[in-house]
């Protein structure tokens, strides 16, 4: 059981989720710090460490459109949120499979700021309004770089794949 | 059954015969292109070959573009560390296609790469940039990936686990009114399709309006693909392509044009008659907030912005400067105008694009990104109204969450520099 920590509407873009002018900033292990800059007190909460491993995230449509920084993946990963949405965008989506961060597409999904979510296999259980709403799993190949623990490892067992056939 | 433009590339690419919608394929890929976040690619390459004993190699450093454009010069030292360390890669791995900040070979991405002729038709294009779909006016398969995707590419030389897309053909028919242009075109097409309604699509452009643009025009409308959710847009290779490539982008060597089959399958097809398009205009804060600009004429401006990957080429300078020339941008607005290239900023200079702009109270900056993502300069006050020729106008994009950006036209932006307020450019001579 997880709670909704932050609830967003349809859109929400990479610039909102990482603004650019922390861009500079690239390695993973320093970009949470600037997760959702501007929510001041979201931002501060987390980097307070407010919340517990796991909580949730809830967007509408087209969740993290915009560029392709990795930054906006990286930075919510750190705190290690999970991101349910209505739907996701390519790149956003990719990037947090090939970092590991955990993303649920659940097209119907409501839910509210301090809801209770129950995240099960095929579906998520919201606590506080009793309903139930049907999740999209990833696909196999996705599900695959999730299994591996993110790209990096991924690509570095075919690496060493390859080199040792040749 | 036939292919679309998009899978007879990813079929080549894949050494396949064929691919459909769906099929998970390992293309290899011809062009990978990184800017200033090849710092992140740069770790996160290194971070898989770790513990591998194996010494940390690119697949092919003449197949890898890294130009420096988002923040140059660089506005802090953080910056410019990440701009050395990048520096000491391209040196270390003998990459090929560098751009350094220049006043002759620099420029934005997606700008450089066309004209150096860095993409041809057929290609299979990665770069770490959400507007790498601009490639795809060149008859390319071109997408935008994140860095770690980009270190897997690094290592491998092929992008693992790529899901074919379907493919979305967009025909453009019709007779462009006079002051209507590629931007209204594609804002047209992105109000119409909204934000997500191309999301792990391809957008394959036809018609005679399409076939009649400058490849100018058309890597405005490739480059804001992406703004439907698009993974790819793409302008089949003409012989209009063949002539920017040879003319414009010196290429001697062979060029290979992909079509689409006569009988390829597309998941739906959308027609538009731009004979009756006006000037359109995308209202904050999202780009699929489509409306004429006659609809929001009046609207007081505080900047505004000629430039980016979508409209800071010669053509577009040309439009501007004829507007302003002998006029004077209105006291209570600041222009900025960025050239898209080195090369563009001295034919507009050569052609006195950039002293009539001048002349007229803009300020003209240097090549690259400028104020596009709000991160290096022309940053909005709390309240502030921008009106851009750019691509994006999402809250917080040009620096501050709390400020309003228009995208437009290089012409609508001209002609509402004169006033200051949102103008529809009909009422200009142009
Ligand atoms: S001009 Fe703007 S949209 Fe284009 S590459 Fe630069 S930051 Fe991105």
């Not at chain 1, 009793?130 to 991924?154: C, E, F, H, N, W």
């Not at chain 2, 010669?314 to 222009?335: C, H, P, T, Y």
Request: net charge neutral; aromatic share 6%; with cysteine.
């Amino acid at each position: 059981m997880a709670k909704v920590i932050l609830k967003l509407g349809d859109d929400i873009s990479t610039d909102t989720i990482y603004p650019g002018r922390f861009m500079a900033t690239v390695l993973p292990t320093e970009t949470p710090a600037f997760a959702f800059a501007d929510y001041k007190e979201f931002n501060k909460n987390l980097n307070d460490k407010k919340f517990t491993p796991g909580s949730i995230i809830i967007g509408g449509n087209n969740f993290g459109c915009g560029s392709s920084r990795e930054q906006a993946a990286s930075c919510l990963k750190g705190h290690e949120l999970v991101i349910i949405a209505k739907s996701f965008a390519r790149i956003f989506l990719q990037n947090a499979v090939n970092l590991g961060l955990k993303t649920i597409t659940a097209p119907d999904i409501e839910a509210h700021e301090n809801d209770e979510l129950v995240i099960d296999e095929a579906k998520i259980f919201n606590r506080s309004s009793g309903k139930t709403y049907k999740t999209i799993p990833l696909s196999g190949t996705r599900q695959a770089v999730m299994d591996a623990g993110g790209l990096i490892r991924y690509t570095r067992k075919r690496l060493l794949k390859t080199n040792a056939r040749t | 059954m036939g292919l679309t433009v998009a899978e007879k590339i990813l079929a080549r690419a894949a050494d396949k015969n064929t691919v459909r919608p769906g099929d998970i394929i390992e293309p290899a890929v011809d062009l990978a292109m990184s800017h200033e976040n090849a710092a992140l690619v740069i770790n996160q390459f290194f971070e898989v070959y770790s513990g591998t004993g194996l010494q940390p190699k690119v697949w092919d450093p003449a197949r890898i573009a890294i130009i420096f454009d988002h923040r140059v010069p660089a506005e802090s030292s953080k910056t410019a560390n990440n701009q050395k360390k990048i520096r000491e890669f391209v040196k270390e791995q003998g990459i090929g296609k560098f751009h350094e900040i220049r006043g002759d070979v620099g420029g934005i991405c997606h700008q450089i790469l066309p004209e150096y002729g860095y993409v041809r038709p057929g290609y299979m294009v990665l770069g770490t940039d959400s507007h790498t779909t601009s490639h795809g006016a060149l008859g390319a398969f071109a997408m935008g990936i994140g860095a770690t995707e980009m270190a897997s590419v690094w290592s491998l030389g092929t992008i693992l686990n790529l899901e074919v897309p379907g493919t979305i053909k967009i025909l453009v028919n019709g007779t462009l009114q006079p002051a209507v242009y590629a931007k209204d075109i594609i804002l047209n097409i992105i109000g119409n399709l909204t934000a997500n309604g191309a999301t792990f699509k391809v957008l394959e452009y036809h018609g005679s309006v399409i076939r009649e643009m400058s490849v100018s025009g058309r890597l405005t409308i490739s480059n804001m693909s992406v703004e439907a959710g698009a993974t790819a847009g793409i302008v089949p290779a003409d012989d209009t392509t063949i002539r920017y490539l040879r003319d414009v982008a010196g290429v001697t060597d062979e060029i290979e044009p992909v079509s689409a089959d006569e009988n390829a399958v597309y998941e739906k097809t959308v027609e538009i008659d731009v004979s009756a398009l006006t000037p359109q205009i995308a209202c904050p804060h999202t780009v699929d907030n489509v409306k004429p600009v006659s609809d929001v004429e009046g609207m007081e401006l505080n900047q505004i912005v000629i430039g980016s990957c979508t409209n800071g080429r010669l053509e577009d300078l040309e439009i501007a400067a004829k507007i302003l020339k002998g006029k004077s941008v209105a006291d209570n607005v600041r222009m900025l105008v960025f050239p898209a290239s080195a090369r563009i900023y001295n034919e507009a200079l050569k052609k006195g694009y950039l002293s009539d702009l001048s002349a007229s109270g803009a300020v003209i900056m240097n090549p690259g990104c400028g104020c596009c993502l709000g991160v290096h300069q022309g940053a909005l006050a709390d309240g502030e109204t921008a009106l851009a020729t750019t691509n994006r106008n999402f809250k917080g994009r040009m620096g501050n969450p709390n400020a309003d950006v228009y995208l437009c036209s290089p012409a609508t932006a001209a002609a509402s520099a004169i006033t200051g307020k949102i103008t529809d450019p009909r009422h200009e001579r142009i």
